[in-house]
C-alpha cells in the first residue's frame, strides 16, 4: 500500500498517487529573457513551474531575485512556482555566491510568501539547511529536500536512505536524481522510489537522468514519483523531454493502466 502522503500547494495535488504533475523550469540568464521564457511556459499549461535561480546572472541583487520572485508568481496565476539555486557539487551553474549566502537568498525569497516550493539541497550545512526550513515553515513555503548525483546511480539502500534523510531532516517533499549507467541502475531507482513510496509518509520526486533515465521520467509516477519534469523552452537536465511529448506518452500510459 503506497504510504506517500498527499499535499495541496495553492490547488494543486502532491502525492495522490495518480499520474504526475509536469514541472517545466526556467532557466534565462537576464532579467529581460525571463518572462518571455515564462509566457512560452505559461502556454504550454504545466502544473508547476520551477525557477532554476543558479541559472540567472544576477543573484548577487537579494531586493531584485525577490522582487523577480513575486513578479514571476502574480504572472503564473494558479500555477504554484519552485524556487531552487542548484549547486555545482550537485549539477547547477556556477554562482557568485557562497554556501552562506545562498542559504540566506533563499531565506529573503521564502519570506515573500511568493514560492510555492523550495528546493534545498541535503548536502548543504546542517545550520544553513536549519535556518531555511525554519523560513519554509513561518512563510508556508513546502520544502523539497533534494539529492542530485551526476556522475552514477548508488544502490538501492543508499538511494532508499536519501528519501528516508529528507523525511527525518524535516522535508515536506524528498526528490532524488541519478545518473544511469545502464537500464538496471533506472530499475534500482524505480525500486527504490516504490519502496520509499510504501514506507515513507511523504511526497517523493525520483527521476533518473539521461537517455537511459526517460523511461523514469515517463512511468515515474507508476513506482511512486509525484512530479516529472518537461521541457518548456529550454532544459534544465539532460533527458528531459519536450512537455507536449511528454503529455502524450503519459496519456498512453494512463489509458493503458487505468486505475493505477
Known sequence: MTMSRA?????????????????????ARTRDELFPELD??????????????????GLEDVAQVCELSRRLAARAGAIPLIFTIRSTREGGQPVPLGD?????????????????LIDFEMSAPRGQLERVRAAARSSG????????????????????????????????????????????????????????SRTLAMPLISMSMGAYGVLSRVAGWMFGSTVTFA???ASSAPGQVPIEELRA??????????GK
Request: charged letters at 25%; a negative charge.
Open 7 to 27: 499535499m495541496e500547494i495553492r490547488g494543486r495535488i502532491i502525492g495522490d498517487g495518480r499520474e504526475p504533475l509536469i514541472c517545466t523550469p526556467l532557466v
Open 231 to 233: 521541457v518548456g523552452r
Open 100 to 116: 552562506e549566502q545562498v542559504a540566506d537568498l533563499c531565506v529573503a525569497v521564502c519570506e515573500t510568501g511568493s514560492m510555492g
Open 40 to 57: 512560452v511556459v505559461l502556454e504550454k499549461r504545466p502544473d508547476l513551474i520551477e525557477w532554476r535561480a543558479d541559472f540567472y546572472a
Open 141 to 196: 513555503t513546502r520544502l523539497i529536500l533534494s539529492y542530485h548525483n551526476f556522475n552514477e546511480t548508488p544502490g538501492d539502500e543508499a538511494l532508499y536512505a536519501k528519501f528516508a534523510e529528507a523525511r527525518e531532516l524535516g522535508g515536506d517533499v524528498a526528490k532524488v536524481a541519478v545518473m544511469p549507467r545502464d537500464v538496471d541502475d533506472v530499475l534500482t531507482l524505480l525500486g527504490a522510489t516504490h519502496r520509499a
Open 249 to 258: 506518452m503519459l496519456d498512453t500510459l494512463q489509458r493503458a493502466c487505468p
